[in-house]
RNA sequence: UCCUCGGUAGCUCAAUAGGCAGAGCAAUCGGCUGUUAACCGAUUUGUUGUAGGUUCGAGUCCUACCCGGGGAG
């Protein structure tokens, strides 16, 4: 670790799988792993409030810098003090760098070895930038952990195009970490290979060459999962990546949302994720439930007074019937996107909170087997 | 009573000169994974007011009637 403003601590390693319990703390304050942090692109998790977010015991947040750098400008944001003053959170905060946008909006990018050049999506105008371009623009937005620029290739790809993605990657993952040396933000390299295990390693190596130089990397991202392969693909692939991963840092797979997937990647030693999947489908009136995904909009919820999910604790189940929550998204009305983000959020973080203790307790195997035999399994 | 305009999908409306009746919304269902997303996609519905007529062919032209809007008296 170069800095002593961030300390990871593994209080608890599952014995039978490689499930990992643990802080991890940043000058905002701890990150309990497990964990998965809500997406909060342009500085907020659309549709609630930061005292919502704290009510839901949220540890983390991510925020991304392409969009925050095109609008409203990192000017703006370091003259308010930073993310955390800019928006009212004085938790820990998540940037990503923008490589993510890299494949989501490869139309109006252009990729070279020594930066990405783009137009903005918001007025056309054309921006440059390399990693120490990245790292600067992070660094002025403020957060806690910040992402090396990567490239993540889209699937299907093929070998030759993932493996220049893997060594661009790593030589940017080289460049961010000479470039990134504010003590209070803690950079975290990206494993990328898509699918391809000798590339998956590859990465690994690369990274770890850099890490070993004396400048290490206070985390290690795993990217490029999620951009439409098969779940069962992913998790085969992963399973050979986070275990490789240096065991006294945390591993955040980036991207990835879908309950099933978060318990059966902890099983194979991942600690962080995101996903936008629990905001955005709560947006659009799907739920994630003890029953399974429920799409709300369905006709058969039009005179159900039950709550929305009777096993769940949160707010919005404790208080509105799934037929009010229906009529208020049949109506388009903005409230139900309040009432179901925080429903999905929350059954996200209890889920971890339960995987927490149950890796505390020693017993995340049984943990994972009965949600694998309940009907919350989601369906791949 | 007369004149006039109109009647097409649940709703609002299209449909060249007669030539396969179709859009939006609604409804129903699906999707969403480091957010360009209060988004995207698929599907369903018709005695074209009624009854006749002309025509190879009528939502469209002709006749009568029914219903509605407007006007005149």
New binding site residues.
């Given amino acids: 670790m170069s800095s002593s403003s961030f300390e990871f601590a593994v209080q608890a390693t599952d014995k039978t799988t490689h499930a990992r319990w643990g802080v991890f703390s940043t000058p905002h304050g701890q990150i309990s792993i497990p964990n998965f942090m809500p ?1 909060g ?1 342009h500085a907020t ?2 549709a609630l409030t930061v005292e919502q977010l704290e009510q839901l015991g949220v540890d983390v947040l ?1 925020a ?1 810098a392409y ?1 925050l750098y095109l609008r409203p400008g990192t000017a703006l944001i370091a003259k308010a003090g930073g993310l955390h003053d800019f928006m009212n959170w004085q938790r820990p905060i998540l940037t ?2 923008g ?3 890299i ?3 490869a ?2 990018l252009k990729l070279d070895d020594d930066g990405v050049s783009f137009a903005s ?1 918001i007025d056309g105008s054309r921006h440059r930038w390399t990693p120490e371009d990245n790292m600067r623009i992070q660094n002025e937005l403020g957060a806690d952990i910040i ?1 090396q620029l ?1 490239e ?1 290739p889209p699937y299907p790809a093929e070998h030759g195009q993932v493996a220049t993605a893997v060594r661009r990657s790593a030589d940017w993952a080289r460049r961010c970490r000479l470039a990134q040396t504010d003590s209070r933000q803690a950079l975290f390299a ?1 494993n990328q290979g898509g699918v391809y295990n000798d590339l998956r390693q590859e990465s690994i190596q690369r990274l770890l060459e850099i890490d070993a130089t004396g400048a290490g990397f206070e985390g290690f ?1 795993i ?2 999962y ?1 951009v439409g392969e098969p ?1 069962e693909v992913m998790i085969d692939s992963l399973a050979g990546v986070a275990d490789a991963l240096p065991a006294d840092r945390p591993r955040y797979l ?5 309950p099933t ?1 978060l318990l059966r990647s902890i099983a194979l030693g991942v600690d962080l994720f ?4 629990p ?3 709560a ?4 739920v994630f439930s003890s029953e399974g995904r429920l ?1 709300l ?4 919820f ?1 005179d159900d007074l039950n709550p929305l999910d009777p096993q769940c604790s949160c707010p919005t189940c404790a208080k509105y019937s799934r037929a009010y929550l229906r009529h208020l998204i ?1 109506s ?1 009305e ?1 409230l139900s ?1 309040v009432l179901l983000s925080i429903h999905n959020l929350h059954y996200l973080l209890e889920l971890m909170r339960q995987a927490r203790i149950a890796i505390s307790e020693a017993r995340f195997s049984s943990f994972l087997s009965d949600w694998e035999n309940s009907p919350a399994v989601d369906d791949f």
């Fill in positions: 997406v692109t998790v659309k991510l991304n969009h990503d760098s490589g993510f946008q494949f989501s909006l139309d109006t999506i992402m990567d993540c990206i991202g990217g490029g999620s779940h980036m991207g990835v949302g879908n997937s995101d996903c936008v999947l905001t955005r489908t947006r659009m009136g799907s799409n909009r369905n006709a058969r039009a049949m388009r903005i996107s």
